[in-house]
């Protein structure tokens, strides 16, 4: 085994054929490899979620294309810009920001929903490299559309990088020490506030949209870096050796187990016992729709019109500062872990399900969020048009 991922996940990629022994990684609970895969994984939550946040804040600019067509650099409208519906209270895009939102999510939900069905068959290196190239895209393909249904297409980009990586690294902490977890959770928050600063930053300096998308490219490279490079490589499940790891590498996201003992696992379960695990974990389920739900039904829906006209700031700009302290507060809840524990976690597992139920209810709870947020989209589209069509 490497004394890297990349060597270990480059094994895992070929014909198997015999090779030189190369020396052993170090151990994962050493001094040198906890910090190595703490910052590998801290990094792998940024850069995964980047993309998707900075398409977030860019939502007001991607539509107010459709007003500037032809504006091949996305310049930035003035201080006080004419409102699209001069009748109405509200400086309204003929579009809700929610459209943004959808393209944003919606890949991601699908993905959530389609990987138990056979995302693990596949290698851990082309699943991180297809997240790579389409976060890649992403930047380029809204950066360079002339029309809003393209740019909304280099949105689909972001969602797919950011839903396949989600999926992939969380099923790759399977082989590390569990804290690496909590690190890629404040990564994550770290992609909320980062990427929404950084997109307010560049413009609020000058530089324009197209060209700010543009200076993100290298954010795709140190995902790929941190994945190949930094995280040191994972021990095998047990004596198996690399066959063994390769085997747990390509099973569902919770499960280390090879397919010959997930006899009596949720591969195995009725469709009349999924419908009554999924029945018992409706009570945590739905406050988990509702809470996702109302803070993206805010964020994309109602933050677009808000705007007050007396300021130095444009309506655009107004809007990615709602953005970047949204963000902010994400940063410091999803960090919140590295400073304040919870010390009776032993009552969360009372509330468990059975090991036969686990990796099923896991699989359907998981896609709260992403389903919350889908909801949240859905609905605010109606209600933009409500609003701007006002007296």
Not at 87 to 99: E, K, V
Not at 202 to 215: D, F, K, V
Not at 301 to 309: D, I, K, N
Request: with cysteine; glycine share 8%.
């Amino acid at each position: 085994m490497g004394s890297s991922a990349g060597s270990w996940r480059r094994l895992e990629d070929s014909e198997r054929e015999e090779t030189d022994p190369e020396p052993r990684a170090p151990p994962l609970d050493s001094p040198s490899a906890h910090w190595k895969n703490a910052v590998g994984f801290w990094i792998l939550g940024l850069c995964n979620n980047f993309s998707y946040v900075v398409m977030l804040s860019a939502a007001h600019d991607i539509l107010k294309q459709e007003q500037e067509s032809g504006n091949q650099s996305h310049v930035e409208p003035g201080p006080t810009p004419v409102p699209h519906n001069s009748s109405s209270r509200f400086d309204c895009n003929s579009i809700s920001t929610a459209a943004v939102l959808l393209a944003d999510i919606l890949p991601t939900l699908i993905i959530k929903l389609l990987a138990p069905l056979g995302l693990h068959l596949l290698p851990y290196s082309p699943r991180v490299l297809v997240s790579g190239v389409c976060s890649a895209g992403s930047f380029i393909l809204v950066a360079f559309s002339q029309s809003v249904g393209l740019s909304l297409c280099g949105v689909v980009l972001a969602s797919i990088s950011s839903g396949l990586g989600e999926v992939t690294f969380l099923s790759l902490t399977a082989f590390y020490p569990s804290a690496v977890i909590s690190w890629w959770s404040s990564g994550t928050g770290g992609a909320g506030l980062l990427g929404s600063l950084s997109y307010l930053g560049l413009t609020q300096a000058g530089l324009s949209p197209q060209h700010t998308l543009l200076s993100m490219l290298g954010i795709p490279v140190l995902l790929l870096g941190s994945y190949f490079l930094l995280l040191t490589s994972p021990e095998p499940q047990d004596p198996g050796g690399i066959d063994e790891a390769e085997t747990a590498a390509r099973q569902p996201l919770i499960g280390t187990e090879t397919p010959q003992s997930k006899s009596g696992s949720s591969w195995d379960l009725s469709l009349q016992e999924r419908w009554t695990v999924f029945k018992g974990l409706l009570r945590y389920i739905i406050p988990l729709v509702l809470v996702y739900f109302a803070e993206y039904f805010i964020n994309q829906g109602l933050f677009e019109l808000l705007f007050f006209r007396n300021t130095s700031l444009s309506h655009a700009q107004q809007y990615r500062w709602y953005q970047m302290l949204y963000q902010a507060g994400v940063f410091a809840s999803r960090s919140s872990l590295q400073c304040c524990r919870i010390r009776f976690t032993w009552v969360l597992a009372l509330l468990q399900t059975s090991d036969k139920h686990r990796e099923f209810a896991m699989e359907a709870a998981c896609v709260s969020d992403t389903l919350g947020i889908s909801i949240s989209g859905v609905l605010a589209l109606p209600l933009h048009d409500f609003l701007c069509h006002l007296p």
